[in-house]
Nanobody, 124 residues
Framework: QVQLVESGGGLVQAGGSLRLSCAAS????????MGWFRQVPGKAREFVAS????????LYADSVKGRFTISRDNAEKMVYLQMNYLKPEDTGVYYC?????????????????WGQGTQVTVSS
C-alpha cells in the first residue's frame, strides 16, 4: 500500500520561504511522476507543480513559476517543494500525489495516491 506523508507547512510572512517534504512508502517510487496540488475551502484542488519519474522534467502552474521549485530524491523516496517569495494567495492545504505514469501531469484525475495535506498560511 502506497502512503504519502507531507510535512513542512506552517505560518510565514509574505516574501518568506517554506520547504515542503513528502515521504513515500510502499510501491515503486522511482517509476512514477509526482506532483503537488493545493486547495482552499470552497475551491477545487489546483495543480502547483509536477516532476517526472527521473526528475528530468518539471512543470509549474503559471502562478508559481519562478518562485517554486519541485525536486525529488528517488533513493530516499522523497519529493520536495521549495517555495520562495510567498504571497498571501499561496495560502492553502498542500497535497503531495503520485501519478499513474512516468511523465509530468497537471490534473487530479492523473494521480492515484494522495497524502493527507499540510497547511501553508502566508500572512500579509
Amino acid at each position: 500500500q502506497v502512503q504519502l506523508v507531507e510535512s513542512g507547512g506552517g505560518l510565514v510572512q509574505a516574501g518568506g520561504s517554506l520547504r515542503l517534504s513528502c515521504a513515500a512508502s510502499g510501491g515503486t517510487f522511482s517509476r512514477y511522476a509526482m506532483g503537488w496540488f493545493r486547495q482552499v475551502p470552497g475551491k477545487a484542488r489546483e495543480f502547483v507543480a509536477s516532476i517526472s519519474w527521473s526528475g528530468g522534467s518539471t512543470l509549474y502552474a503559471d502562478s508559481v513559476k519562478g518562485r517554486f521549485t519541485i525536486s525529488r530524491d528517488n533513493a530516499e523516496k522523497m519529493v520536495y517543494l521549495q517555495m520562495n517569495y510567498l504571497k498571501p494567495e499561496d495560502t492553502g492545504v498542500y497535497y503531495c500525489a503520485r501519478s499513474y505514469g512516468l511523465l509530468v501531469a497537471t490534473t487530479t484525475r492523473e494521480y492515484d495516491y494522495w497524502g493527507q495535506g499540510t497547511q501553508v498560511t502566508v500572512s500579509s
